[in-house]
């Protein structure tokens, strides 16, 4: 199929919405939208973060989710406490695979569940002992951990524990930090809100520890803020900034410490990846430590040509040269991978529903391939993100928020595009419908995507799908009865 004009975009919209209840379509009309690049203000043409509309299988996460899952959990020397009920802290234990270097369960413990197992007679009458417990218990069975979060879910905020009282007198008892998170999966409207939240409390009870100690600085000290190394992204990414001469000081928060994010208030710039998931704590830092911020993008090699020249302007002609110097060295590597994989890939068509940076950054890595993004869209993003999506994809493009499964399918369905990418809500659905699917969110147990590195694999990855013959082979479940009975009535 070939791309849709504006006025097919707008009657696809259409057609897909009349399925609605009047007041459903009303507001699902809002959340859907055709890419016009003149727009300088996403407001004006999409809305955003809003409530998901009650019985439309919205794909969203919870507060919860974004702290724990995504901001707090990574940190690799630090126990997190799910507290709450067992369910929640085993669906978020090891599911992004945040890779780090250490021994679990001796001085790491990313992949290990910790929770208060919350049952009937906490909620009747409290958790607060029980938390109070589980901390001294953690302390005597992992003494090695450098500090401890309490991740509260939804019974937490409903019953009223007073999780802040239990932390302060914790951390005095094994001094070291305990970290209460009010991110009760109830709080907000997605998984965004878990990630304000979750830096507020890096704001208010990590960072001041630092206050006034000393530090050993350097003019290129640099943090890399929003990158949580799914499959090896934030290593592949560090190789590129220490090549050019920057040091990368802390990481946050995928193979981070403590003690890094402890030291960020005393970089020079910080380097923010995930915009969506950090861009609170960096403002923060901004107002209070006057610290510079700016957003890179580290999906191909166009633009990571382009984000490492524009982070090298932050600093002095060593690393311009620095930066120059990496991009002429891994250019004809690049060019290897392009010129292996683009003429199997030029002219395929991909449509993206992820969450975070994803569903902007990711166009550029298709676009070095000949690949085009005709539709893209965020689980939880706002219309700054938007902003910043509208002029990369092309006009009379799809742009959809909080999709909804059927308006996904059925989008799907109409533009046929050549390859999906989203999470593993929609896998499935996909890949039984015979579409080629790539699992956007955790590199579908691939990785990394980030830098020069991980664009050969990102490249291989796509080639890899694609073009798989089983595609052609398959047919949906639901369409077999119908392959039935048109044979029957040929024969």
């Known amino acids: ?12 919209i259409q057609e897909v919405l009349e399925v609605y209840p ?14 016009d690049q003149s727009i300088e203000q996403s407001k004006k043409c999409i809305t955003s973060n809003r409530k998901s509309l009650p019985g439309v299988m919205t794909i969203r996460g919870c507060a919860y989710a974004g702290s724990k899952g995504v901001v707090w959990g990574p940190i690799k020397d630090m126990i997190h406490i799910s507290h709450g009920p067992v369910g ?3 669906y978020s234990r090891a599911g992004r695979r945040n890779y780090y270097v250490g021994t679990t369960g001796v001085n790491t413990f990313g992949t290990m569940n910790f929770t208060s197992d919350f049952q009937e007679k906490d909620i ?26 309490v991740q509260s879910e939804c019974p937490i905020g409903l019953i ?12 005095k008892e094994i001094d070291k930090p305990v970290v209460p998170v009010r991110c009760e999966g109830f709080r907000g409207v997605s998984q965004s809100l878990g990630h304000h939240i979750a830096n507020d409390a890096i704001r208010d009870w990590v960072l001041p520890r630092r206050e006034g100690k ?20 934030a290593w592949s990414s560090r190789i590129l ?21 402890e030291k960020t208030p005393y970089v020079k710039v910080n380097l923010i990846h995930c915009y969506r998931s950090m861009n609170y704590i960096a403002r923060h830092m901004e107002e209070k430590y006057n610290i510079p911020w700016m957003e890179y993008n580290f999906f191909g090699p166009t633009k990571v040509a382009e984000s490492l020249r524009a982070i090298a302007a932050k600093f002095d002609d060593k690393i311009k040269e620095g930066a120059e110097r990496v991009i002429a060295k891994y250019q004809p590597l690049m060019q290897a991978v392009i010129d292996k994989y683009k003429p199997r890939l030029q002219g395929k068509r991909v449509m993206l529903y992820v969450g975070g940076l994803r569903p902007r950054h990711v166009i550029g890595a298709y676009e070095d391939l000949g690949m085009e993004v005709v539709g893209t869209g965020y689980e939880f993003g706002h219309n700054d993100d938007y902003d910043r999506t509208i002029k990369d994809m092309g006009n009379a493009t799809l742009l959809y928020d909080d999709v909804t499964g059927f308006e996904f399918e059925e989008f799907v369905k109409k533009v046929k595009p050549d390859l999906v990418g989203s999470g593993i809500k929609e896998k499935f659905i996909f890949q039984k419908m015979g579409v080629p699917f790539r699992q956007m969110h955790s590199w579908d147990y691939s990785g990394p995507y980030h830098g020069y590195d991980g664009f050969a694999i990102f490249a291989r990855d796509m ?17 077999k009865k119908d392959e039935s009975a048109a044979e029957k009535k040929a024969a």
């Open 22 to 35: 009047e007041k459903a379509k009303k507001d699902r009309e809002k959340h859907l939208a055709v890419n």
């Open 88 to 90: 929640c802290g085993q």
């Open 463 to 479: 080639d890899m799908t694609l073009n798989n013959p089983c595609w052609g082979k398959m047919t949906a479940p639901w369409l």
């Open 1 to 12: 199929m070939t791309a849709l004009t504006r006025e097919e975009t707008e009657a696809l």
């Open 214 to 233: 000393a530090f050993e600085g350097t003019p290129y000290d640099v943090a890399v803020i929003g990158d949580y190394n799914i499959g090896g992204d």
């Open 124 to 149: 009747v009458f409290g958790g607060d002992k029980k938390l109070a417990k589980l901390i001294g218990e953690i302390e005597q069975l992992f003494p090695l951990n450098k500090g401890i979060s």
């Open 160 to 171: 009223g524990d007073d999780i802040e009282a239990v932390s302060k007198k914790a951390a």
């Open 241 to 261: 900034l220490e090549e050019m001469g920057l040091r990368v000081v802390a990481q946050w928060s995928g193979d981070g410490t403590i003690a890094e994010m």
